[in-house]
């Protein structure tokens, strides 16, 4: 879509959430970007995160493939460089496997843990990845002009054209009945015009995904905040539904579509070993 595509992605799940409190003797632990199947090593030519970014590499069991790189602790922290390096990896799986992103900061000790969690999980994770294979995310905020819509709605309702000039004819200011209800129908047209700018959106977009996710709204402005689920052979339907709504809207609505991702939205696992209590 041009022009329209934005180019951040949604936060990984679990920002705020600490690392594995478990590594090896020296400290250092395995990263886990994300989860996909693969029997052979994947070589992604990319550093992971933390200081000198070590080689990214993959841990396999049973046909699945844990995607990873070596980091200490204190080298996970939510840092703007380092929520780049935990999506470029995802990104660079998801353009090849299906893939499960991991929460944010999910760290293991060892190559034999990672296996292990591989092994105890492998049939939830086989069933996820059967849910997102050959699907994307793509997302859309919505905001909306008020000024704008307003002025649409007095020009389509009598009554409120008749008590906005009421209100202007006074001289000396305006009777206060009438400016309280005046603002009672302004927000009451402007609460109803919202919800029906928000559902036409939807009833556009949502046949054309797989499964649909609203997150929360961001300002006064913001009318719609969602993820959608999207076979990726419908990625320009997808594309051209968004063009539409911005063409038929455009003049009140500001569309902000971002994508593809991956399924972020979608999955959000917190992997972690049985035995994890007992490490250290």
């Known amino acids: 879509m041009s022009g329209a595509r934005g180019l951040d992605p949604p ?8 690392a594995a409190s478990f590594t090896d003797r020296t400290g250092r632990g395995l990263y886990v970007y994300c989860i996909t199947e693969a029997e052979e090593p994947l070589d992604l030519g990319l550093a992971g995160l933390g200081e000198g970014g070590g080689p990214v590499f ?44 991991l929460s944010f900061g999910t760290l293991f000790g060892t190559e034999a843990d990672v296996a292990a969690m591989l092994r105890s999980a492998g049939g939830a994770l086989s069933e996820i990845l059967g849910v997102v294979r050959g699907k994307i995310e793509l997302g859309l905020k919505v905001t909306w002009d008020r000024e704008k819509a307003l002025a649409q709605l007095e020009a389509e309702d009598p009554e409120l054209r008749e008590l906005k000039g009421e209100i202007g004819r006074v001289v000396g200011g305006s009777p206060y ?27 556009a977009l949502q046949p054309l995904a797989v499964a649909t996710r609203a997150n929360k709204l961001v300002g ?8 959608f689920l999207v076979e990726s052979a419908r990625e320009d339907d997808f594309n051209r539904a968004v063009e539409g709504l911005t063409s038929r809207y455009g003049d009140v609505l500001a569309f902000r579509y971002t994508g593809p991702w991956p399924p972020y939205s979608f999955v959000n696992l917190r992997l972690k070993l049985e035995s994890e209590q007992g490490t250290g």
Not at 220 to 227: E, P
Request: with cysteine; net charge neutral.
């Open 11 to 18: 936060v990984p799940p679990g920002l705020h959430g600490s």
């Open 58 to 101: 993959s841990v396999h069991h049973g046909g699945l493939a844990a995607v990873v790189s070596e980091a200490l602790p204190i080298e996970c922290r939510p840092t703007r460089e380092n929520l780049l390096t935990h999506e470029l990896v995802n990104e660079a799986v998801m353009r090849r496997h299906a893939s499960i992103p």
């Open 177 to 203: 009945a009438s400016r309280a209800r005046f603002g009672r129908l302004v927000e009451r047209a402007l609460e109803a015009r919202g919800a029906q700018l928000t559902r036409s959106v939807y009833e």
């Open 220 to 227: 006064d402005d913001m009318i719609l905040n969602a993820a």
